[in-house]
């Protein structure tokens, strides 16, 4: 039987207009990317009939639309799931459900994988924008699908970190507020805690510029930007490769490690080893596994939080 | 209370004895629970008969909610036992699931769903096969007098429906005791009598109902058994009349005679409303038409026993 819980959310989602809102905005958004692309080469005059540089448009196209793709997916996920919880402690529809025989964890997956279906939707919504820049060329459909599915992926974990979050709160509003700040953390705190070691670095004098490089790579960004422009940096900038570059330059700076700055003990190196064989451990893994790890954890204190009897009124 | 008018029952034989108490649908011994220093629910001792009507009262704030949220296995005490059905809702909280509906006393429904929509979502919710969600809700709306509204979206219902359609929620795995908190606030008149007819129906088909309310006369009329409660804790709990009877209140008696006057006069117990009657029809030689104890009895209890403390 299909999780009620999910069953409900999807009716009830695709019953009012925002869903095609949402729907409309995020293709009309992707659409006018890749106009803009289009146009700022061509006043550029870089599209010529020749292949390379069709190529090259082709690859630029595909980044830029995956990058937006993914601002709007981090911009669309607090926004539709912060008030998963929140929203049935608002409308004082948590109590009744508590009660039935669903279980905590049913509950939010079912929360989950509404937040999750729609998402998929958006992106599988956009696959025929995409394709425009396959049209071009320079890019293969092994790369499309791996960048749609680190998108995805990206989706996937942000939806269950929200949804858990979404426990915390009473009021929708504060949900929103909440899932919003910690989207910005998730994405900057790991730059911004790298800079300022670096900052911290450079200034001793006597130590190498090597903030360790995990802290990039942990990021919905760099899980995107590593499998989509990990494969060409050649032509012009885009968000995306500047990440990648960023991970393979941080990288570098760690003796060719994520864990370089692991103490050398044999857990440290047990990492190092499965780091460097075969070829090094890839930014998009690294990445991955860190973010799940986070929402595993978020999803265990959210089912704790939603468990009954509670020890206090929630 | 029984219907039954009052002088009806005074003028009766001699009452038998009354039967062994029945098995408890709840039974809550020192029962506490503290928030910091307040103590929402004070060492109550609390047993509710299955096959009741039971009515919990007492002013905001006295604890009532809070008890209905530990029956409901919402909420763990912070001492004391409880048992809901013979289960102890902190260690089978599903268990007592099963067997109980809980309507809260906020009326929480999904608006964008339809009526049957909104009851096969707690069906499926409560493990019932999809292959009887269509009986299932097609009876319930019968039950609830919301059949016409079949189709009709949540949020176009009036508010004396959703409160039926959240009766009908609480219904819906057909448990044997429904615990509901203030059902009738915001109701019109009409939808008051609708609910308290609902609920002898239930009553009748063998449900222990456990209903919180601050309309008294409301109560009054439906309850077989109440509880008074105020600060957490448990002032007086029976029957209203045994209530009555143990703190010795005064009451007063309404009566009619042949020639058209009327008088009221104020007894303590049921000997000296006997009494009083024997006086005026043996004694005096009136002629007696009417002789009724005037309501207000749960409410006058409540003022006598509540002292209007906040916590």
Same mark, same amino acid.
């Given at each position: 039987?299909?999780?009620?819980? @999910? $069953? %409900? #959310? =999807?009716? &009830? ?8 809102? /949402? !729907?409309?905005?995020?293709?009309? *958004? ?26 090259? @448009? $082709? %690859? #630029? =196209?595909? &980044? ?8 709007? /997916? !981090?911009?669309?996920?607090?926004? *539709? ?26 509950? @939010? ?14 992106? /599988? ?190 | ?121 707690f069906a499926a919710s409560y493990g019932i096969h ?62 008051r009598v609708e609910l308290r007819e609902l609920l ?112």
């Amino acid at each position: 039987m299909i999780n009620p819980v @999910l $069953g %409900r #959310e =999807l009716r &009830e989602r695709m019953r009012t207009g925002r869903a095609f809102v /949402v !729907l409309g905005v995020f293709l009309a *958004l992707l659409i006018l990317t890749v106009y803009l692309v289009y146009q700022g080469r061509e006043t550029t005059g870089l599209i010529q009939v020749d292949l390379a540089s069709q190529t090259q @448009l $082709g %690859r #630029e =196209l595909f &980044e830029w639309v995956l990058f937006v793709m993914l601002v709007l /997916v !981090l911009f669309f996920v607090p926004g *539709l799931t912060a008030g998963a919880i929140a929203g049935e402690r608002e409308r004082q529809t948590l109590l009744p459900l508590q009660v039935t025989l669903l279980r905590p964890r049913s509950i @939010l997956i079912g929360k989950v994988l509404a937040g999750m279906s729609f998402l998929v939707l958006l992106i /599988v919504a956009a696959v025929p924008v995409t394709i425009v820049a396959y049209l071009l060329g320079g890019i293969r459909i092994i790369d499309g699908l791996k960048g749609l599915g680190a998108v995805c992926l990206v989706a996937v974990l942000l939806t269950t970190m929200i949804a858990s979050l979404s426990t915390f709160t009473r009021r929708v509003q504060t949900a929103t507020l909440l899932a919003y700040g910690f989207t910005a953390l998730l994405v900057l705190i790991g730059p911004l805690l790298y800079l300022t070691l670096g900052v911290a670095d450079r200034s001793t004098g006597t130590d190498l510029r090597n903030p360790p490089a995990v802290l990039l790579a942990v990021n919905p960004v760099a899980v995107v930007a590593d499998v989509t422009a990990g494969v060409n940096l050649s032509g012009e900038g885009n968000p995306l490769r500047w990440a990648s570059q960023s991970l393979v330059e941080a990288r570098a700076n760690n003796d060719d490690s994520w864990f370089a700055w692991f103490p050398p003990d044999d857990i440290g190196a047990r990492f190092r080893l499965l780091d460097r064989d075969p070829g090094g451990f890839p930014a998009w893994a690294v990445g991955t596994i860190g973010l799940f790890v986070l929402a595993v954890a978020m999803a265990w204190l959210a089912v704790r939080r939603l468990r009954t009897p509670a020890e206090v009124e929630r | 209370m029984s219907a039954e008018p009052e002088h009806v029952a005074l003028l009766e034989a001699d009452t038998p004895d009354p039967p062994a108490e029945p098995q408890a649908a709840v039974r809550a011994e020192q029962l506490t629970k503290r928030y910091g220093t307040l103590a929402a629910v004070d060492h109550l001792d609390l047993v509710i008969p299955r096959g009741s009507i039971f009515g919990l009262i007492g002013p905001n704030g006295a604890g009532k909610s809070t008890t209905f949220a530990i029956t409901a296995s919402l909420l763990r005490p912070t001492s004391g036992r409880i048992t809901v059905m013979g289960a102890d809702p902190t260690v089978k909280p599903r268990t007592v699931r099963r067997r109980m509906g809980y309507m809260p006393d906020n009326l929480g429904v999904y608006d964008n769903l339809r009526v049957d929509e909104y009851l096969e979502f707690f069906a499926a919710s409560y493990g019932i096969h999809r292959s009887e969600w269509s009986a299932l809700v097609d009876g319930l709306l019968e039950l609830v007098d919301l059949t016409v509204k079949r189709t009709a979206m949540v949020n176009s219902l009036s508010r004396g429906m959703k409160q039926r359609l959240s009766l009908a929620r609480a219904l819906v795995h057909d448990p044997e005791l429904l615990v509901l908190d203030e059902p009738a606030s915001g109701l019109d008149p009409r939808a008051r009598v609708e609910l308290r007819e609902l609920l002898r129906s239930l009553n009748a088909m063998g449900k222990t109902i456990v209903i919180s309310s601050h309309i008294l006369a409301e109560l009054e009329e439906m309850c077989t058994d109440v509880a008074i409660m105020e600060a957490g804790k448990l002032l007086a709990a029976g029957p209203p009349r045994e209530i009555l009877q143990q703190l010795g209140g005064a009451r007063t008696v309404r009566v009619r005679f042949a020639d058209g006057a009327a008088e009221s006069f104020t007894v303590s117990d049921d000997e000296q409303q006997a009494a009083l009657l024997r006086r005026l029809v043996v004694d005096d030689g009136r002629q007696v038409v009417e002789f009724v104890e005037e309501s207000g009895g749960l409410e006058q209890l409540f003022m006598t026993l509540t002292e209007g403390i906040v916590q």
